[in-house]
């Protein structure tokens, strides 16, 4: 083995070190100030947002799963680098390295929204961790000839020890600090009755259909994106919600006070403005909460305050009109969510929900603030990464079944899906069979106009390829565009179309 190869894997090892210990000290100092967690914090705020878009479209929800990945890639390459350069030239290198690494995971933690100031305390140690096993493993000199058969078995069983070690370690230590996160007070929470409960689900909401999308989507079900890369893990006991700025009176309030507001209970499906026409970035579900406009009632905004800006736990910002959240559909701050306390991953404790208005403008998780302020004063988090400020739904459908691709038998077959113009509502949908006629699809009932619409239509199939294509039309009488966009700015157009083979 060659001194360069050698310092290259005692690196490795030092860094892989460094990582576990950090991860296991983040139990005591809390998840979001390992170093892997703040500097991946700062990627994802500080890459250009066509790269993100990129990640969220060929990652899904696993893109944060790709960063860390990725992350550690480039880590190890820098390590291997720092080592080899250790072993051949001089020690300084290698203590430089990871200087430099710890500086950086330093500065994120430090400067990551809300850190604590223990928030280095993790990434010291690690760095602390790191020296003590490059020192250790660069201890044995090589001779002229490279290193004894003595030597190299020596370093294999330090290093492999090290490594299996840190991997260990570090998983677990990731796994312990998510199951030791607010689970327990999650379920100690008492979903308190409601005053004011949402219109009875008419019994024709849903055609259950196998692959149609069921009229309510399940928690598990529901499609997650936020810019977390751990998820906030907030202490009703410790939750509290400031509304200020651009108010004649500072309101907070407690989560136990909150539970003993008047509750709401409303049917609202919300979306995604990243979904693509087709795409699954949308659930419906029953939500509990608080009435937005009550609370800021009481906090009296002053005159052109006419943005409030919701922002989380973990520095997260959305910006809804005012006058949205004061009119009468009902914008909430959510405690529930299809009658269990708020998931963890969907914002527990609270969340703001406001039918009509796609999540990026509207839906923080974990919420922490409203600071009332002015559009022209402030842009929150994707407005700064070119996204429109102003976003309502826009009306879209989608076909469920028969699935794209799919070989269906000839004969009677029910086309089905959902289209939605939360806020508006659904007035109409039709398909289209190849080049044919549009054909009026039945419209399932519908709580409000704040959800999504199941429509199905009965067909029979002839066999060969077929297309078939779907629009909606809102309750105004405008039809969804068949113009092509992508969703930045401001949400997705197009008509959704698959292509089946009847056999
Ligand atoms: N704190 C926080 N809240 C957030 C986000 C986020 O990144 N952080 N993303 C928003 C976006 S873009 C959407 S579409 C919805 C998604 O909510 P869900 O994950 O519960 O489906 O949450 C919104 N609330
Ligand atoms: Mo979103």
Redesign the pocket.
Known sequence: MRSRTYGALAGITAAAAAIAVAEAVAILTGAATAPLVAVGGVVVDAVPAGVKNFAVDVFYTYDKVALLVGTLVLLAAFAAVTGALAATRNRIYGYAGIGIFAAVGIVAALTRHNAPWYAFVPTLVGGIAAVAVLETTLRPKPSESGYTYEQRRWFLRVAGGTLAGAAVVGFASRWWATRRGVQAERAAVQVPAVSDSAAGLPPQADAQLPDLAPFVTPNKD???????LVV?QVSPADWTLRIHGRVDREVTITYDELLKRPMIERYIT?????NEVGGG?I?NAKWQGVRVRDLLAEARPKAGADQVVSR?V?G?T?GTPTSVLLDDRDAMLAIAMNGEPLPI???FPV?MVVPGL???VS????LAELELTSFADFDA??IKRGWAAQAVIKTQSRIDTPRDGGEPKAGPLVIAGVAWAQHRGVSKVEVQVDEGEWQRAELLAVPSVDTWRQWRLNWTATPGKHRLTVRATDNGGQTQTDAVAPPDPDGATGWHSIEIDVR
């Open positions: 529901f499609y997650l994106i936020d810019t977390a906030p919300l979306a995604c403005v990243s970035l659930g989380s973990d997260f959305a991953e969907h914002g969340r796609y999540g990026y839906a923080t998780k974990w988090y994707w």
